[in-house]
């Protein structure tokens, strides 16, 4: 089955082409450079840079692979969670293409393709296991029981992880997208230099960053103005604070369900340090961790073509009439999965 994936919730114009579970072909326009000056993502902007990508990127695609537009088999495409009128660009080649081709297009839960990410590295990788999803908009914690039979047991009250790693670099002019700038600029610096709130530890799975952010940013304003402003040590120390309450949830999780694999996915879990500081905590207690490849934690087509393709295989007799342009539905919160 030849699958052509299209994302484009966010600040990236993904294009993917898949056989079955193999990625033939993976092409990312992002849109980083053109939202910088502007210290985040222009909504609007966005939505008419995925409008001049989107074409290039299917033509791309479909030549690199030798694949026809005749020869797909299944359009996906992301619904949501992410910018409305970016999800409308991509939903709207993906309906056109899927009413011109007469095939079916599928609409996937961008949380269900960070998840599935993870098996775009690691083609093995076995149920159950606990997922914890840290993005720009999200961070979850979702037992993984089987392909898509998925709880969601805890989720951020407020700032997503990577939104705050975002909104402390702006205040401190580091630039955008946070979370790169300030995983380098922690390298230098003492994670044990302050010692930054772990919010919400005995509130069961949930989290809240927003408290910590302000924490954060009422003591860069205080250093700031006593000149003793290092911001290594408040990179570090920042980090520390995330990865720990990122840890205990995680640990918690695998202790309180039994389950000793996790996976750990989404933007913010392309940082290395991130991986290094779960990985070692949690295998000290006896569990495995994956984390998927710094590409496939970011946003790209190829998790969402293969979202589709295990939803498509687990309804035994797909009835076409459910794939159709009329049918794609939207999701306009992360709240659910
Ligand atoms: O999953 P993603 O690409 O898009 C969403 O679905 O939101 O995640 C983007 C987020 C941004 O907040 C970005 O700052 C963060 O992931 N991020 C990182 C790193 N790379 C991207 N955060 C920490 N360290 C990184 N290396
Ligand atoms: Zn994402």
């Known amino acids: 089955m030849n699958i052509l994936a299209i994302e484009s919730s966010c600040d990236e114009t993904g294009i993917a082409l898949l056989k079955d579970t193999s990625v033939v072909s993976s092409e990312l326009i992002t849109q980083i450079s053109n939202h910088k000056k502007f210290?985040?993502?222009?909504?609007?902007?966005?939505?008419?840079l995925h409008t001049e990508s989107i074409h290039f990127l299917i033509e791309k695609c479909l030549k690199t692979s030798k694949i026809g537009f005749q020869d797909i088999n299944l359009i996906a495409v992301t619904k949501g969670?992410?910018?409305?009128?970016?999800?409308?660009?991509?939903?709207?080649?993906?309906?056109?293409?899927?009413?011109?081709?007469?095939?079916?297009?599928?609409?996937?839960?961008?949380?269900?393709?960070?998840?599935?990410a993870a098996f775009l590295d690691n083609p093995t990788l076995t149920f159950p296991f606990i997922c914890l999803i840290v993005s720009g908009g999200h961070t979850q914690l979702i037992v993984a029981r089987n392909?898509?039979?998925?709880?969601?047991?805890?989720?951020?009250?407020?700032?997503?992880?990577?939104?705050?790693?975002?909104?402390?670099?702006?205040?401190?002019?580091?630039?955008?997208?946070?979370?790169?700038?300030?995983?380098?600029?922690?390298?230098?610096?003492?994670?044990?230099?302050?010692?930054?709130?772990?919010?919400?530890?005995?509130?069961?799975?949930?989290?809240?960053?927003?408290?910590?952010?302000?924490?954060?940013?009422q003591t860069i304003d205080r250093e700031r103005k006593n000149n003793t402003l290092n911001i290594e040590n408040i990179c570090a120390s920042f980090q520390y604070a995330v990865f720990s309450v990122l840890s205990k949830k995680l640990q918690k999780a695998c202790?309180?369900?039994?389950?000793?694999?996790?996976?750990?996915?989404?933007?913010?879990?392309?940082?290395?340090?991130?991986?290094?500081?779960?990985?070692?905590?949690?295998?000290?207690?006896?569990?495995?961790?994956?984390?998927p490849s710094k590409i496939n934690c970011t946003d790209n087509a190829a998790m969402i073509g293969l979202a589709a393709y295990h939803r498509f295989k687990l309804d035994k007799q797909p009835n076409l009439s459910n794939y159709t342009p009329e049918k794609l539905g939207s999701v306009n919160s992360g709240l659910s999965l």
Do not use: W
């Open 147 to 217: 392909h898509y039979q998925f709880e969601l047991i805890g989720q951020t009250r407020d700032d997503a992880a990577g939104e705050a790693f975002d909104k402390i670099a702006r205040y401190m002019d580091l630039g955008y997208p946070g979370g790169p700038i300030v995983e380098k600029l922690a390298l230098d610096g003492n994670p044990l230099s302050h010692s930054f709130p772990q919010p919400m530890l005995r509130q069961g799975y949930e989290f809240s960053f927003s408290g910590l952010k302000t924490a954060v940013i």
């Open 255 to 291: 202790h309180n369900f039994g389950i000793s694999n996790c996976v750990i996915t989404g933007g913010v879990a392309a940082n290395q340090a991130l991986k290094l500081f779960l990985t070692n905590d949690l295998e000290k207690l006896g569990n495995n961790c994956f984390v």
């Open 81 to 116: 969670p992410g910018l409305e009128g970016a999800l409308l660009i991509g939903q709207t080649a993906a309906k056109s293409l899927s009413t011109l081709l007469d095939c079916p297009v599928i609409g996937v839960n961008h949380l269900h393709g960070h998840l599935y």
């Open 39 to 48: 210290g985040g993502v222009v909504p609007e902007l966005a939505s008419r």
